[in-house]
């Protein structure tokens, strides 16, 4: 069983920027054999696909077309942590972010129905 833990969420002004945590839980959980993928909600609207980080053929990190360039994510091998950089924080970027993992360390996945496992998400809210 895998268990993925969001947190970093909180109130932001617009222009900030803010990091977002994924800790990834379960003895049969390795960075080699996942790729883990973030994913935002907003109020009414469906589950948005933000980006993800693959690990081979190498390791890479790839996003949403309609998103590059705002978002960043890493990850900590030795932790079991993929973060989530969001630069120059918008109101739109409100929304519940959703960490999740595929059991597919190759693939570079963008749907909701592709991810095996889900966190339970932490609310970002930036203010105008």
């Known amino acids: 069983q895998v268990q993925l833990v969001e947190s970093g969420g909180g109130l932001v002004q617009a222009g900030d920027s803010l990091r977002l945590s994924c800790l990834i839980a379960g003895p049969t959980f390795s960075f080699s054999t996942y790729t883990v993928g973030w994913f935002r909600q907003a109020p009414g609207k469906e589950r948005e696909f933000v980006g993800g980080i693959n690990t081979w053929p190498r390791r890479s990190a790839y996003y949403a077309d309609s998103l590059k360039g705002q978002f960043v994510i890493f990850r900590d091998t030795e932790k079991k942590v993929v973060y989530l950089i969001i630069n120059s924080a918008k109101p739109e970027d409100t929304a519940v972010y959703f960490c999740?993992?595929?059991?597919?360390?190759?693939?570079?996945?963008?749907?909701?129905?592709?991810?095996?496992?889900w966190g339970q998400g932490t609310q970002v809210t930036v203010s105008s």
């Open positions: 999740a993992a595929d059991e597919d360390g190759g693939s570079r996945p963008q749907s909701v129905g592709d991810f095996d496992h």
